[in-house]
């Protein structure tokens, strides 16, 4: 017998996919954990129903959360992770030579230890020596950082569940304090076709925060509606000025130093929104 499994979007609309097996269903203490084995796009990770990372299309999403930053700060020594159990970010991360520690801080435990079974092409760096990682609430550890870090990166759920107060005003101005006086952020922001109200209210409080803010976006075909958002808060640096001299040798399979800043590039209804 056939196994589809469905994300709705929309209580009308969702993306769809057959499920070959289930290795992991799995109620943790903060969310429903399900990894699965697909015919299309490999191994899949789902919390909640949602799709969170897959391992034929994950490399879109780790690149571009950690990329574009990392190639915006000239010297991204001290990186901080919130969220990201399943170590796309990580790996991404690692392949700068000016990083010298990545902490990754995610709630649930669970989530990094299947992720190390079952998308070791993902989390295999998790056990790098320059990464610190850490199971605790995001939010906790960003209030009690202070001037610790040139990025951060914000690889969270949707706001559900434990990631609620990650997409409010007070955790932006929490990662700024957190952040060194040059420092920067991005955050992953949703879909601008189903998410419109959460992307205008994150920029504007992330602009209310930071002096330069930007949004770009990457295409991610398990996402829901394959456009994905990404929201930027810099207190020095502009990624759309980035020297061309920064751009060094990197193993990539969607970043390069044109989609850096053709990323910006924003369709005019994705533009809008960030504009009050
Ligand atoms: N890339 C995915 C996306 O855009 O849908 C998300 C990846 S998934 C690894 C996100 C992670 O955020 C989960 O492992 C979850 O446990 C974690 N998370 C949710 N709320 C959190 C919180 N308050 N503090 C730390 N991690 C949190």
New binding site residues.
């Given amino acids: 017998m056939e196994c589809w499994f469905t994300e709705k979007q929309t209580k009308d609309f969702g993306i769809t996919m057959r499920v070959k097996r289930t290795y992991v269903h799995e109620k943790t203490e ?2 429903q954990l399900d990894m699965v084995e697909t015919e299309e796009f490999g191994n899949m ?1 789902l ?1 909640d129903g ?4 897959t391992e034929k299309d994950e490399f879109v ?1 780790h690149e571009m959360v950690a990329h574009v930053p990392l190639f915006t700060h000239p010297n991204p020594q001290r990186v901080l992770v ?5 170590g ?1 970010v990580i790996r991404e991360i690692l392949k700068h030579p000016e990083v010298e520690k990545a902490t990754l ?4 435990g669970k ?1 990094i230890e299947y992720s190390k079974q079952y998308l070791p092409t993902i989390a295999g760096k998790l056990d790098d020596p320059r990464v610190e990682v850490k199971v ?4 906790m550890h960003i209030a009690q950082s202070d001037n610790e870090y040139d990025v951060i990166l914000v ?4 706001p559900v ?3 609620v ?2 997409f409010t005003k007070g955790f932006y101005e929490g990662i700024a304090k957190a952040l060194k006086e040059d420092g920067l952020f991005v955050a ?1 922001t949703d879909n601008p076709w189903f998410s419109q109200e959460l992307i205008r209210t994150v920029f504007q409080d992330v602009k209310e925060t930071f002096s330069i803010t930007r949004l770009y976006t990457a295409n991610i075909p398990t ?1 829901p509606s394959g456009l ?1 958002t990404f929201t930027m808060g810099s207190k020095k640096y502009d990624p759309l000025e980035t020297a061309e001299e920064r751009f060094h040798e990197i193993d990539t399979k969607y970043y390069t130093p044109e989609i850096h800043r053709g990323a910006f590039l924003l369709p005019k209804f994705v533009k809008d929104l960030t504009e009050k």
């Fill in positions: 903060f969310q990770l919390l949602m799709v969170m990372t999403y919130v969220g990201g159990g399943d796309g801080v995610d709630i649930d989530v605790d609430d995001g939010f690889d969270s759920t949707e569940g434990p990631a107060n990650l992953q996402y994905w």
